[in-house]
C-alpha cells in the first residue's frame, strides 16, 4: 500500500466512476510511483456490486513468489500457457503470473486492454499519442506498446465484437510535463478525438492539486494524462498508507447500515 486517501464526494474528473458520494481511493504496487506501475483501487461505499465487461482484460506479473503465495494460500491457479497461471481477483479481474524470477525494476509486465480494431487502436496509440510498437501479431490480433523499455507495456488485444466496458469504470493515467498538457488537449481537438476532461486542476484535501486532460480511445477506453510536477508531490509513498487503510475498513459500516435499513446496497 502506497497510500490512501478518502473522500467524502465524488471527483469532478469521474476517478471514482459517474457515482456521487464518499469513496476511497488506495494506490498499491512493488514500488514508488515514479518508476513503478501502480494500481489504483477505487471503493464507493454506496456501491455493492459492478458488471464487469470485456474491456479489461488483466495485468501480467512477471514474479514465482506471486506463484508461490497462491499456492501457500490455496488461491486457486489456472496454467493457461507453460509457466504462466491464472489467478481471479475478489472483484473478478485477472491477473496472470509469470512463474520466473520476480524482475527487480517493476514486476508489472504488461496490461491488457480489449479492442474492437487492432489496427484503428494502434494508430490511435502510436500514431496519436506517440507509443513505440514492440510487438504486433496480426494473426493472434495483438500488439504490445511502450512508452520506454524499462516500464510497463500496454497490450491491446482484439475481442473480435464491441468492447463492453461494464459499470467499473476504470482508466489508464500516465504522467508527462505539466507544459505539455495544453499541446495533447489541441492535438487531440484538431483530430478530432474525445476529450472526456478538458485540462483541469484536481484537488487532493491536504496535498497538491494537479492537472490532467483525460481522453477516450477509438473504444472508449479512458486515459489521463497528469502535470507530473504536481503528481510527484502529490503521491509521494505515505508510510501512514496501510494503517489509514486498515483504519478505514474498520470504521466502515456501510454493509451493516444498509442491513439495519432493510436495503441493498446499489448493484452498479
Known sequence: VLRHEEFEEGCKASCNGPYDGKWSKTMVGYGPEDNH?????TYNYGVGEYHLGNDFLGITLVSSQAVSNARKMGWPLKEVTSGVFEAEAPGGYKFYLEDKEQLKQDPVWKVTLGV???????SYWSGLLGMKIYEKDEEKQRA???YADNQCKLELQAVGGA??????????AFSCAKEELPGIEALMKKENQKILTPLVSLDTPGKATVQVVILADPDGHEICFVGDEAFRELSQVDP??????????AADNSDKWFAEHNMKKVSA
Open 240 to 249: 501512514n498508507g496501510g494503517r489509514l487503510l486498515d483504519d478505514a475498513m
Open 116 to 122: 474492437s480494431n487492432l489496427q484503428k487502436s494502434v
Open 163 to 172: 468492447v463492453d466496458h461494464g459499470t467499473a469504470f476504470g482508466r489508464i
Open 144 to 146: 504490445l506498446l511502450g
Open 37 to 41: 506501475f501502480v494500481a489504483e483501487l
